[in-house]
């Protein structure tokens, strides 16, 4: 009897602990965009919207998908940042889903580009009657603007995480595609030509947030590298043609 108590006890422990674990899994673990959408209603009613409105859902890089990636690690960057306020909340990700709906993809300074996201988040907005407020969400958009209009010591929190959100589409599995590929396509440069400046775009980057420097410590060394095997292929497909 003591024996099979004993047993028990362990069983109890060992099962308490692999609980412990997964809940711990499972709060560090980077949600997908379509898990954040299933999380929050406004989000499902701004992903139908823009799935039906969006003009731009199709370009090669401002796209459906870089949408979803930005808005992806709005969340995660709340999260880190503490945004605990669920209006906070709220207009941030409204923010980062919409940042470049109707994006001209590179036939129009991005100045119009910005203007046509607010222009879709009010009508959005208002047409949904959805809690928030529009000078706020206006305000996260303006972090987005490129060439950057704030300077990165002026952005309030929300700023600081959306512009982090928009550089971190190089650590998708896609980038090739996505970044090299999509910008390309979009400035009308050949794919090849547009390696270099892409480089100097990375060696540049700077994150604004402590949540933003703490992923880029971790991460930005496997980004260069992956770059580097890339500039070699290139490189290679060049010296064979």
């Known amino acids: ?23 711990r899994e499972k709060s560090n673990k ?12 406004y989000l499902q009613k701004a992903f139908k919207y823009i799935i039906l409105n969006n003009k731009s859902n199709n370009n090669p890089y401002h796209n ?21 306020d669920e209006k906070e909340l709220r207009e941030l990700l409204i923010a980062a889903i919409f940042h470049d709906v109707n994006h001209s993809g590179g036939k129009k300074t991005d100045d119009i580009n910005i203007k046509n996201s607010k222009k879709s988040i009010k009508d959005f907005v208002e047409s949904q009657e959805v809690d928030v407020d529009l000078e706020v969400i206006n305000e996260i958009l303006d972090a ?4 950057y209009v704030i300077e990165g010591k002026s952005l309030n929190k929300r700023q600081a995480i ?10 998708e599995y896609n980038w090739i595609h996505q970044n090299i590929l999509g910008l390309s396509t979009e400035l ?22 402590k949540w933003g420097n703490e992923i880029k410590k971790e991460m930005w060394k496997g980004v260069i590298k992956q770059y580097e095997m890339f500039e070699r292929a290139c490189n290679i497909k060049l010296n064979n043609e």
Do not use: W
């Not at 998908?65 to 960057?77: A, D, I, P, R, S």
């Not at 987005?144 to 060439?147: A, E, K, L, R, V």
């Not at 009308?188 to 947030?209: A, C, G, H, I």
């Open 144 to 147: 987005t603007q490129y060439p």
């Open 162 to 171: 959306i512009r982090d959100a928009d550089l971190m589409q190089v650590f």
């Open 1 to 23: 009897m003591e024996e099979k108590n004993r047993m028990k006890t362990l069983a109890g422990i060992a099962g308490r602990l692999t609980e412990a674990k997964d809940k």
């Open 64 to 84: 459906l998908n870089h949408l979803l990636t930005v808005m992806k690690y709005c969340h995660l960057g709340a999260i880190s940042e503490k945004i605990t």
């Open 188 to 209: 009308n440069m050949n794919f090849l030509d547009f390696v270099q400046p892409q480089r100097k775009f990375l060696d540049s980057v700077e994150f604004n947030t």
């Open 30 to 41: 980077i949600l997908e965009a379509i898990e954040i959408i299933d999380k929050y209603d």
